[in-house]
């Protein structure tokens, strides 16, 4: 928010030759977070084509910041481009989420069947102990905010890469690193956590662990999994209501 500066009849006050880059910066991230948010929301439908027009209109500013944010918004994955058309909401099926988070579960699975058959080093026990005792800690949170929600998705991110890492098949990690660079499914999935949700997740991660340490191969390798299936099937039923109900569409899309 940019609060207004009190004039004075003694006093000229220079404004830095900076700022106004600064707010400018600071209005195109308001201007994507506002986009952001209503696309996560299914606001607009999958193909709806967005207008600059319609939407500098609605947000009360320039067509400049709308470009910078539709172009932001198509590198995560949520719109697309068309040439001769502009940007359009990327569709995105509950199958397409399924079908990935298969293919993730088996691969988490084998990663933790292979540390658990070949061990854990010193070295990733206590980073994978590190990240479980800071996990313990945030369980006191009263509620889930954005704060809580940064915190979880860094050490759960840890977590996984951890595993991943000890491991050691690179051809493996290689697999992960594609099945989870889709940037929508990265915003979703910490949309409809909550403590509790947190704190299974939380319990699943300990159980790895301790399967792993224990040498228990089978068990290693299907809590991984499950783990990664259940994450997926919170996504998709959420993505499927979204799918389901009318989208509520706050500008209209001119005529092509």
Same mark, same amino acid.
């Given at each position: 928010?940019?609060?207004?500066?009190?004039?004075?009849? $003694?006093?000229?006050?220079?404004? /830095?030759?900076? #700022?106004?880059?600064?707010?400018?910066?600071?209005?195109?991230? #308001?201007?994507?977070?506002?986009?952001?948010?209503?696309?996560?929301?299914?606001?607009?439908?999958?193909?709806?084509?967005?207008? %600059?027009?319609?939407?500098?209109? #609605?947000?009360?500013?320039?067509?400049?910041?709308?470009? *910078?944010? =539709?172009?932001?918004?198509?590198?995560?994955?949520?719109?697309?481009? $068309?040439?001769?058309?502009?940007?359009?909401?990327?569709?995105?099926?509950? @199958?397409?989420?399924?079908?990935?988070?298969?293919?993730?579960?088996?691969?988490?699975?084998?990663?933790?069947?292979?540390?658990?058959?070949?061990?854990?080093?010193?070295?990733?026990?206590?980073?994978?102990?590190?990240?479980?005792? &800071?996990?313990? &800690?945030?369980?006191?949170?009263?509620?889930?905010?954005? %704060?809580?929600?940064?915190?979880?998705?860094?050490?759960?991110?840890?977590?996984?890469?951890?595993?991943?890492?000890?491991?050691?098949?690179?051809?493996?990690?290689?697999?992960?690193?594609?099945?989870?660079?889709?940037?929508? =499914?990265?915003?979703? @999935?910490?949309?409809?956590?909550?403590?509790?949700?947190?704190?299974? *997740? /939380?319990?699943? /991660?300990?159980?790895?662990?301790?399967?792993?340490?224990?040498?228990?191969?089978?068990?290693? %390798? #299907?809590? *991984?999994?499950?783990?990664?299936?259940?994450?997926?099937?919170?996504?998709? %039923?959420?993505?499927? @209501?979204?799918?389901?109900?009318?989208?509520?569409?706050?500008?209209?899309?001119?005529?092509?």
């Amino acid at each position: 928010m940019i609060l207004p500066v009190a004039k004075s009849s $003694r006093r000229i006050s220079f404004r /830095h030759p900076t #700022s106004g880059l600064h707010i400018m910066a600071t209005r195109g991230v #308001s201007v994507t977070n506002k986009l952001r948010e209503a696309l996560l929301e299914g606001e607009y439908a999958g193909g709806t084509r967005l207008n %600059e027009v319609d939407l500098a209109d #609605s947000l009360a500013v320039s067509r400049t910041p709308i470009r *910078a944010a =539709l172009s932001t918004l198509a590198a995560e994955g949520l719109l697309e481009y $068309r040439p001769n058309s502009g940007y359009a909401v990327k569709t995105f099926a509950a @199958k397409d989420i399924e079908g990935i988070y298969a293919v993730r579960a088996n691969l988490e699975g084998l990663g933790a069947r292979i540390v658990a058959q070949q061990g854990l080093s010193d070295v990733h026990r206590g980073l994978l102990h590190k990240v479980l005792m &800071d996990s313990e &800690d945030l369980q006191t949170a009263p509620d889930w905010n954005e %704060e809580v929600a940064d915190e979880w998705r860094d050490l759960n991110d840890r977590f996984h890469n951890t595993l991943i890492e000890a491991s050691g098949n690179s051809h493996l990690a290689m697999m992960l690193r594609k099945s989870r660079a889709i940037p929508l =499914l990265n915003q979703l @999935k910490f949309r409809w956590f909550d403590v509790a949700t947190m704190a299974r *997740a /939380h319990d699943d /991660h300990s159980q790895i662990f301790a399967a792993i340490t224990g040498g228990q191969v089978v068990r290693a %390798e #299907s809590i *991984a999994a499950e783990h990664v299936y259940r994450s997926g099937q919170r996504i998709i %039923e959420h993505w499927r @209501k979204m799918d389901t109900r009318k989208p509520v569409v706050t500008t209209k899309a001119r005529a092509a």
